[in-house]
């Protein structure tokens, strides 16, 4: 009798635990939380974790808890695929995600198929929103700039600022990369500069020794390189071995201390775009705080993720309901308050945001170049 009871105690639990689970809204955060970009998987993790954790704080969305599912994509496309699957077939509604434009292209179609709200912190291609506004998709948006105002900035700084030096562009041939380059190349031929050398490697590549002779036979004074933040760092570092003092520009995939940790001092000078500083915005000054007490630094997309996960809330508290029509209509239609100030999307569900400017690699930090 006590062994009946017992496991009818035991079933009962189990009911009210599904039914409780059943109440909860499952969001999920998809990046490369293993591979060659895992120090920006950890930054979108726990941006999101945070951001789930402060919202579950105050009370949770539609009064129902978010739990949060983490997918790890290792920016690879099939793998980003497989990802966005699982989360569909598992309720999630919205995903934050992902980081290579490779990743996040790929996985839109399934979450436009499947009715989930994509938000992504850091995926600049500007295929990622033109074609789904082509499509008439309403489900995708993007927190951080493109890479046609990303090259504008670039092409135009080496113009103005490093126009005496030869330059060599070179990308990695990823969707990111090379579109990055062709970006920051058209730029820079409209400023009327041509490149002397215009060159690709491969992703995961780690003897730069060839290309690196090939730049100092052209002399060349600058290098602009569309890829990511390993590849980016070797790159410096064997160039300063080889006796080479060019100066590296780089896009918004080296704005993490991963990329000084493969330079090392060689990295002082280097310089990469990416948006104002988010750590600096005032309306991040709490959770930065919170993040450093934990021994945390927010730094690159940390805050990005924290503020798709709060606009989604933002958007689905306004609309009072998680259907996706109704939280697409309210993301462009308004402004919402987050960690990076008021948020906003146009048409296509690009932010209404500030742009980007130039930063400069010094001691193990990156700070903003003041015009």
Known sequence: MTLKLSLVAAALLTLIAGAARAEDIQIAVAGPITGSDAAVGEQMRRGAEMAVADINARGGLLGKKLVLQVGDDACDPKQAVAVANKFAVSGVVFVAGHYCSSTSIPASAVYADAGIIEITPASTNPAYTDGPAQKGWINVFRICGRDDVQGKVAGSYIAQQLKDKPVAIIDDKTTYGKGLADET?????????????????????????????????????????????????????????QGMNAVLLGGDALVTSEFWKITGASGAGTLMTFSPDPRNVPEAAPVVAEFTKQGYDPEGYTLYTYAAVQSYVAAATQAKTLNIDAVSKALHADKFSTVLGQIGFDAKGDVIGPGYVLFVWKDGKYAEIKS
Not at 196 to 207: H, M, P, T, V
């Open 185 to 241: 190349r058209k730029a820079l031929n409209a400023a009327g500069v041509k490149e002397a050398i215009n060159e690709s490697i491969n992703q995961g590549d780690k003897d730069f020794s060839a290309l690196v002779s090939k730049m100092k036979q052209a002399k060349v004074g600058v290098i602009y390189f569309g890829g990511y933040y390993t590849e980016a760092g070797l790159i410096v570092r064997q160039a300063k071995e």
